[in-house]
């Protein structure tokens, strides 16, 4: 059973622990936006995903590697166009690709269409991870599907859905 962030505080109102400041002296700055409240499930799915990856076996696997990991994954990706996907630099792109490597997680070979670039190629330990991953994930959308009903937590999945669509202007 994955375990949820106790949203139990000393008050009732949900966006309590966000207005606590943890130096006495500041002020807090008002209740979350929507990136304070989108951050904190994240986090936690990301807390799931390397707590099941490293009950695995997956030890060496850092927290680091997930953004390479993130869906729809790097297999078959360019370095270059997984750098600006993750809006990093080719270096720190490089750097993280070398580890995982070293790590037997993938492997860059030539791309078939361009000998002169590289692409991303999962090796079996690459591909396990993915599998551990996304059951990891299936898990606390389960247990949040629980929580909220299946029905508000369908209408979640949805909104998320909608808000991947381009925002006119």
Same mark, same amino acid.
């Given at each position: ?31 979350? $936006?929507?990136? #304070? @409240?989108? &951050? ?5 799915? =990301? ?8 009950? /695995? ?38 750097? $993280?690709?070398? #580890? @995982?490597? &070293? ?5 860059? =070979? ?8 590289? /692409? ?38 949805? $909104?998320?859905?909608? @808000? ?6």
């Amino acid at each position: 059973m994955v375990k949820l962030l106790d949203s139990t505080a000393e008050s009732t109102d949900p966006s309590s622990r966000f207005m606590k400041s943890a130096v006495p002296s500041q002020q807090p700055f008002g209740p979350p $936006l929507i990136g #304070a @409240l989108l &951050r904190v499930p994240w986090e936690a799915v =990301q807390q799931q995903m390397l707590a099941r990856l490293h009950e /695995r076996g997956f030890d060496d696997f850092d927290p680091a590697y997930l953004p390479v990991f993130r869906y729809p994954g790097p297999q078959g990706a360019r370095p270059t166009d997984l750098a600006a996907q993750l809006g990093i630099s080719k270096q720190a792109l490089n750097h $993280l690709l070398r #580890a @995982l490597e &070293r790590l037997g997680y993938l492997e860059r =070979q030539p791309h078939p269409e361009d000998q002169r670039s590289k /692409r991303i190629v999962l090796t079996e330990r690459g591909l396990a991870t993915v599998g551990v991953i996304r059951e990891a994930v299936a898990d606390i959308e389960a247990a949040w599907a629980e929580k909220l009903g299946p029905r508000r937590f369908a209408r979640l999945r949805d $909104l998320l859905l909608e @808000l991947q669509q381009p925002i006119e202007t």
